[in-house]
């Protein structure tokens, strides 16, 4: 069953009137850095099989793949808000509260010949918001935190030490209403729907 339009939209503009991209958070206070690389004590070919054995272990998906260029790039992913609000700051919503990214593309490049090598990670991280049901993103500024333990597990693994695996486990974009009216609130995504014959704005059960 669905509500007619007619139905839906004086409470759908009423509930995100307050709303516009420019209150929806205020922007980041980090100041983006560039890293210098990791180096690391072992060969090329070791770094490299480290960061693809690692992506695997994760089920993290790859989009693009250079060996020749040293570059690797995956897809653009979800990532789990309760640990990634340390990984990035994306500005703070109306009420002061601190926004957690809500994706994440990586990106790794190694380089180096059959005796040395190093590597330099970054992460684009970003939010949305949605005041029209159109999800529009704006980048956050990473941190630095998932990057440089990314970079010491690849380096650890490469050099034959005993590792821990730092990186998340992502999650293919999907959509978390399933074909419901969508919004997002505070970083968060809300669907449309019926509950006992109301229709509710209701948090999504999509779970990074």
Same mark, same amino acid.
């Given at each position: 069953?669905?509500?007619?339009?007619?139905?839906?939209?004086?409470?759908?503009?009423?509930?995100?009137?307050?709303?516009?991209?420019?209150?929806?958070?205020?922007?980041?206070?980090?100041?983006?850095?560039?890293?210098?690389?990791?180096?690391?004590?072992?060969?090329?070919?070791?770094?490299?099989?480290?960061?693809?054995?690692?992506?695997?272990?994760?089920?993290?998906?790859?989009?693009?793949? *250079?060996?020749?260029? $040293?570059?690797? =790039? !995956?897809?653009?992913?979800?990532?789990?808000?309760?640990? @990634?609000?340390?990984? +990035?700051?994306?500005?703070?919503?109306?009420?002061?509260?601190?926004?957690?990214?809500?994706?994440?593309?990586?990106?790794?490049?190694?380089?180096?010949?059959?005796?040395?090598?190093?590597?330099?990670?970054?992460?684009?991280?970003?939010?949305?918001?949605?005041?029209?049901?159109?999800?529009?993103?704006?980048?956050?500024?990473?941190?630095?935190?998932?990057?440089?333990?990314?970079?010491?597990?690849?380096? *650890?693994?490469?050099? $034959?030490?005993? =590792? !821990?695996?730092?990186?998340?486990?992502?999650?293919?974009? @999907?959509?978390?209403? +399933?074909?419901?009216?969508?919004?997002?609130?505070?970083?968060?995504?809300?669907?449309?729907?019926?509950?006992?014959?109301?229709?509710?704005?209701?948090?999504?059960?999509?779970?990074?």
């Amino acid at each position: 069953m669905t509500v007619p339009r007619a139905k839906v939209l004086p409470l759908v503009l009423v509930t995100l009137g307050a709303w516009c991209p420019s209150q929806l958070a205020q922007p980041p206070e980090t100041v983006p850095e560039i890293r210098a690389p990791t180096p690391v004590n072992a060969s090329f070919a070791k770094s490299w099989n480290a960061v693809i054995d690692i992506f695997a272990n994760q089920s993290i998906p790859i989009r693009t793949i *250079d060996r020749s260029s $040293g570059l690797i =790039v !995956t897809d653009q992913l979800y990532v789990s808000q309760n640990d @990634a609000i340390a990984w +990035a700051d994306c500005g703070t919503d109306p009420s002061g509260e601190k926004v957690a990214p809500a994706h994440a593309t990586y990106n790794v490049v190694v380089r180096g010949d059959s005796a040395r090598s190093s590597v330099r990670t970054t992460v684009r991280f970003a939010d949305r918001y949605s005041t029209t049901g159109t999800l529009v993103a704006y980048d956050c500024v990473s941190r630095g935190v998932w990057e440089t333990g990314m970079e010491a597990t690849i380096r *650890d693994m490469a050099e $034959g030490h005993p =590792v !821990t695996a730092i990186a998340p486990r992502p999650t293919k974009p @999907a959509d978390p209403c +399933a074909g419901a009216e969508h919004r997002v609130v505070h970083g968060h995504d809300e669907c449309w729907v019926q509950e006992g014959g109301t229709w509710i704005w209701k948090p999504a059960s999509r779970k990074p």
